[in-house]
């Protein structure tokens, strides 16, 4: 199609008439209208319900115009991705997260991309998975890193990695050289993240399911609360996955254990994005830099720590 017959289609559709589409345009009305009705003889359709006061689209119309529209934006993307490869540097990324995350494994992440890419920039919301999911789901965030127990509508899954809730503690803590049980938590300070988070969730079902009350010595909806209460109070043990601990357990001599309880198995850490969007060459970039990053770290830790 000729590019002023797209053109003139689409300005009598933003403007709703060919006299103000002519005012816009600096074009005669009489060329506007010859341009219409060539369109929609070449379609084979007409496209405007035309009125005394104005034209609006039809059905068919309607359907033009968002293929068009979207093939504009497809260009602008295209524009603006070719002219990302040069300026990755000056990008901003927005990325959602719940706190596990934001405590050491994504401080880490962003460090270590940046070192490639130092223009880079990041601006982190950290906030609750109901919170989290409505951002990816509102496109309020490019990406979301968070622990998850069920499937998210609307929501596309690029990474996705087996959470276990295990035990973390330091290396001299009397259960090292045992199997745990929940019933052996009971003589130790625990660590325990907020009811209402997924740890929360599914210790509080392992526990309900086993017959068995614990009662955290800590409860906070910080990970970093419950960490340092770990590393400063004698004996204690902080539940958590080991992408939370990932780049802290060598240097502060943990350990971590697992209880042989299924239900504590059922979440895994998803790096996200909305379904459908668009990613800028910065964004494409930094995902794969995570994904090849959370394997990577994360089969490295298993083996280390014997998980």
């Keep these: 199609?000729?590019?002023?017959?797209?053109?003139?289609?689409?300005?009598?559709?933003?403007?709703?008439?060919?006299?103000?589409?002519?005012?816009?345009?600096?074009?005669?009305?009489?060329a506007i209208s010859r341009?219409?009705?060539?369109?929609?003889?070449?379609?084979?359709?007409?496209?405007?319900?035309?009125?005394?006061?104005?034209?609006v689209l039809n059905d068919a119309g309607q359907i033009l115009e968002n293929h068009v529209r979207k093939s504009m934006m497809d260009m602008d993307f295209a524009i603006a991705e070719i002219q990302g490869l040069k300026a990755v540097r000056r990008t901003v990324i927005r990325m959602a997260c719940t706190d596990g995350p934001a405590y050491s494994l994504l401080p880490q992440m962003f460090a270590r991309f940046r070192a490639i890419n130092p223009g880079v920039m990041f601006y982190l919301n950290v906030g609750t998975a109901l919170q989290v999911s409505e951002m990816i789901r509102s496109g309020d965030c490019d990406l979301a890193l968070q622990f998850s127990l069920t499937p998210e509508r609307g929501v596309e899954v690029l990474?996705?990695?087996?959470?276990?809730?295990?035990?973390?503690?330091?290396?001299?803590?009397?259960?090292?050289?045992?199997?745990?049980?929940?019933?052996?938590?009971?003589?130790?300070?625990?660590?325990l993240n907020e009811p209402s988070s997924t740890i929360g969730q599914l210790f509080d079902l392992s526990c309900r399911m086993n017959g068995i009350f614990l009662e955290p010595a800590l409860s906070c909806n910080r990970f970093s609360t419950l960490y340092d209460f770990m590393l400063n109070t004698p004996g204690a043990i902080v539940a958590c996955s080991h992408f939370s601990v990932m780049f802290n357990a060598r240097a502060d001599g943990l350990v971590m254990k697992s209880i042989n309880i299924e239900q504590l198995s059922h979440r895994t850490l998803q790096l996200q994005t909305q379904a459908g969007r668009h990613r800028s060459a910065a964004l494409s970039q930094f995902i794969d830099f995570s994904c090849e990053l959370l394997a990577r770290e994360a089969a490295a830790f298993e083996r280390d720590f014997n998980l």
């Design 1 to 30: 199609m000729h590019s002023n017959e797209i053109r003139y289609f689409l300005a009598v559709a933003n403007t709703g008439s060919l006299s103000a589409a002519s005012k816009q345009l600096f074009v005669a009305v009489s």
């Design 35 to 55: 341009q219409i009705q060539q369109l929609e003889t070449r379609i084979g359709a007409t496209l405007f319900e035309r009125h005394a006061r104005g034209m």
């Design 159 to 191: 990474a996705s990695h087996p959470a276990t809730v295990r035990l973390a503690m330091l290396s001299h803590h009397p259960l090292v050289i045992q199997e745990v049980s929940l019933g052996d938590l009971r003589a130790y300070p625990l660590a």
